[in-house]
């Protein structure tokens, strides 16, 4: 049986959502495309009908959350003065609400270190979507020098996502909220003041 047009485009968006949920979850790796199908609330026949294979699932679904990561961003920053903007985004990455959810979190905290072991065709789009969040970012910090402000923001995102990571790892919700405020204070000097 034929699916609509509309019908399709449906599918897909739920079989991204969903892959991008449980891939930042439970890993790449550990994820399968049976658990993909499911949660979509499609057959595995119907996530194959759209994606060539689970590689090119992974690397949508990853474009697809880094741009959702910058919607919020922009959020964040709209009608804010740069240096605000920062601060709000910093506050928001490191908050308790974000540590709490890897699921619906950034997917570069969460997969970063297991993608550098992904086929080339998943770090690529990766690599895309990262440099366009370190891009987004260094617009917000100060300086005249566009390659001193994209070292910046990329420092500061780089202490980020460390500080989530970290604060995701440990049992000890004392020490996770305490990284992450030390590392919030830290990424917003490192935005805001020039790196010598």
């Not at 930042?24 to 550990?30: F, L, S, V, Y």
């Not at 090119?56 to 964040?76: F, G, K, N, T």
């Not at 709000?88 to 072991?117: F, K, Q």
């Not at 780089?158 to 590392?183: E, K, N, P, W, Y």
């Amino acid at each position: 049986m034929r699916v609509s047009k509309e019908k399709a485009a449906k599918n897909r968006q739920q079989i991204l959502s969903a892959a991008a949920r449980l891939f930042r979850e439970n890993g790449i790796r550990a994820t399968g495309v049976d658990s993909i199908s499911r949660s979509a609330g499609v057959t595995h026949g119907a996530v194959y009908s759209q994606f060539e294979s689970k590689e090119a699932l992974a690397a949508e679904a990853i474009r697809l959350a880094l741009s959702r990561w910058r919607r919020v961003w922009q959020r964040a920053a709209d009608r804010k003065r740069p240096s605000e903007a920062f601060r709000s985004i910093v506050t928001g990455y490191l908050s308790p609400e974000h540590r709490d959810a890897p699921g619906r979190g950034c997917i570069v905290a969460a997969l970063g270190p297991s993608v550098a072991r992904q086929p080339r065709k998943v770090r690529a789009a990766f690599t895309v979507e990262l440099k366009d969040a370190v891009d987004f970012l260094a617009a917000l910090v100060p300086g005249n020098d566009p390659s001193r402000r994209h070292e910046d923001a990329l420092a500061a995102f780089a202490c980020m996502i460390g500080a989530l990571i970290l604060a995701r790892a440990v049992d000890d919700r004392r020490l996770s909220g305490g990284q992450a405020r030390h590392s919030r204070t830290t990424s917003w000097k490192i935005g805001m003041l020039p790196l010598q």
